[in-house]
């Protein structure tokens, strides 16, 4: 009879995790049109409360009143930046059809060369003349402008209700903490407080640290990309910047735009190899000094956590599940600590240092 009940406590440990780890997932699927703009939100909170604090203690401003000056500052230099990287934009879509003939041509160039050393014609390699626009291709072309112009619409909205999801989180972040504490008792307002100020400092130091790197990484990439001569160095710094916050594959990613581009410019492919040494040595001064002296503390997850957390979110968000599956991981980690029987779980999501902790 023991061995029956160890047998089914066994099972039910098994199962039920499979079961909410399911339910979880399919609610984060379909729910996604709501979570994404409500956790982007809470991403950009946290990145604001350091300068309302600032304005609250050194003007002495009301807590309203310096949230809605921050937010005007950040309306402002959104704008600004805004209006650079549309302007870059504009004109290398101007160009990409020169850009694109130039590719052509130089794809064909590198067909012939490889052609001689292994006895086949360009056209059996490739044939670059598959990229020329057909009439019949421009109601196709058609569609797709379609498409974007829905596109840039919805983007619009979602900036607009993303303002104003940040805005009255950090107008109501204080009275949120405050009901927490009170839906969870008496009893647990300790340990409520508790988790959520684990939570809190977790995921402000963390996501205010990636802002950081995020700017000096896409300023950095700028400036050497400008003194290089590469074209379009305010669209790829950002770029690069923003694909540098997909840990492992972002800054890979970030980077052949650049060098494609570069290559073409110059119909070079030194100039191609000298840009990608470029981003090899900046990668390594991020990845291997400048992010973990920054991050150090933030969060405490092992690699293999943070892969999965980003195959896992990925798959479910798509790119901006793998900007947010870090600091989610990071939360529910803590939630895993706090919470005993959830425990080996944090335990195994866990870096180094709470090996050492444990084992002491």
Same mark, same amino acid.
């Given at each position: 009879?023991?061995?029956?009940?160890?047998?089914?406590?066994?099972?039910?440990?098994?199962?039920?995790?499979?079961?909410? &780890?399911?339910?979880?997932?399919?609610?984060?699927?379909?729910?996604?049109?709501?979570?994404?703009?409500?956790?982007?939100?809470?991403?950009?909170?946290?990145?604001?409360?350091?300068?309302?604090?600032?304005?609250?203690?050194?003007?002495?401003?009301?807590?309203?009143?310096?949230?809605?000056?921050?937010?005007?500052?950040?309306?402002?230099?959104?704008?600004?930046?805004?209006?650079?990287? &549309?302007?870059?934009?504009?004109?290398?879509?101007?160009?990409?059809?020169?850009?694109?003939?130039?590719?052509?041509?130089?794809? #064909?160039?590198?067909?012939? /060369?490889?052609?001689?050393? &292994?006895?086949?014609?360009?056209?059996?390699?490739?044939?670059?003349?598959?990229?020329?626009?057909?009439?019949?291709? =421009?109601?196709?072309?058609?569609?797709?402008?379609?498409?974007?112009?829905?596109?840039? /619409?919805?983007?619009?909205?979602?900036?607009?209700?993303?303002?104003?999801?940040?805005?009255?989180?950090?107008?109501?972040?204080?009275?949120?903490?405050? #009901?927490? #504490?009170?839906?969870?008792?008496?009893?647990?307002?300790?340990?409520?407080?508790?988790?959520?100020?684990?939570?809190?400092?977790?995921?402000?130091?963390?996501?205010?640290?990636?802002?950081? %790197?995020?700017?000096?990484?896409?300023?950095?990439?700028? %400036?050497?990309?400008?003194?290089?001569?590469?074209?379009?160095?305010?669209?790829?710094?950002?770029?690069?910047?923003?694909?540098?916050?997909?840990?492992?594959?972002?800054?890979?990613?970030?980077?052949?735009?650049?060098?494609?581009?570069?290559? %073409?410019?110059?119909?070079?492919?030194? #100039?191609? =190899?000298?840009?990608?040494?470029?981003?090899?040595?900046?990668? /390594?001064?991020?990845?291997?000094?400048? /992010?973990?002296?920054?991050?150090?503390?933030?969060?405490?997850?092992?690699?293999?956590?943070?892969?999965?957390?980003?195959?896992?979110?990925?798959?479910?968000?798509?790119? =901006?599940?793998?900007?947010?599956?870090?600091?989610?991981?990071?939360?529910?980690?803590?939630?895993?600590?706090?919470?005993?029987?959830?425990?080996?779980?944090?335990?195994?999501?866990?870096?180094?240092?709470?090996?050492? &902790?444990?084992?002491?």
């Amino acid at each position: 009879m023991a061995d029956v009940e160890k047998r089914q406590l066994t099972l039910q440990a098994i199962t039920l995790p499979i079961l909410v &780890i399911a339910a979880g997932t399919a609610f984060m699927y379909y729910a996604a049109p709501v979570l994404i703009p409500i956790l982007l939100a809470l991403s950009l909170a946290y990145l604001l409360i350091p300068p309302v604090n600032f304005l609250k203690r050194r003007f002495k401003l009301p807590h309203s009143l310096a949230v809605v000056v921050v937010m005007t500052i950040v309306v402002g230099l959104f704008v600004l930046l805004g209006f650079v990287i &549309i302007n870059e934009a504009a004109d290398f879509a101007q160009s990409f059809p020169e850009l694109k003939e130039q590719a052509t041509g130089k794809i #064909k160039e590198w067909n012939s /060369t490889i052609g001689e050393y &292994i006895g086949k014609t360009p056209s059996e390699i490739f044939n670059a003349d598959s990229l020329k626009v057909e009439p019949g291709q =421009v109601r196709i072309a058609g569609q797709f402008l379609l498409k974007g112009i829905s596109s840039i /619409t919805n983007f619009i909205v979602g900036l607009v209700l993303l303002f104003f999801l940040t805005l009255f989180i950090l107008l109501d972040s204080d009275m949120f903490a405050r #009901k927490l #504490k009170t839906i969870f008792g008496q009893s647990q307002a300790e340990a409520t407080g508790n988790l959520l100020n684990q939570i809190d400092v977790q995921l402000r130091g963390f996501v205010q640290s990636r802002f950081y %790197i995020l700017i000096g990484y896409s300023v950095v990439v700028t %400036i050497a990309l400008l003194i290089m001569g590469v074209q379009y160095a305010y669209i790829w710094g950002p770029f690069a910047g923003f694909m540098n916050l997909i840990p492992y594959v972002g800054s890979v990613v970030g980077s052949i735009p650049p060098i494609i581009v570069a290559g %073409i410019q110059y119909n070079s492919i030194f #100039k191609m =190899v000298w840009v990608a040494v470029l981003f090899l040595v900046l990668q /390594t001064i991020e990845g291997n000094f400048i /992010t973990p002296k920054i991050t150090a503390g933030s969060v405490n997850l092992n690699s293999l956590a943070i892969m999965i957390s980003i195959s896992y979110f990925g798959w479910i968000w798509g790119a =901006v599940g793998m900007l947010l599956a870090i600091p989610l991981t990071a939360a529910i980690k803590v939630v895993c600590d706090n919470i005993e029987p959830l425990r080996p779980i944090g335990i195994m999501m866990g870096g180094e240092k709470e090996i050492i &902790i444990d084992g002491r």
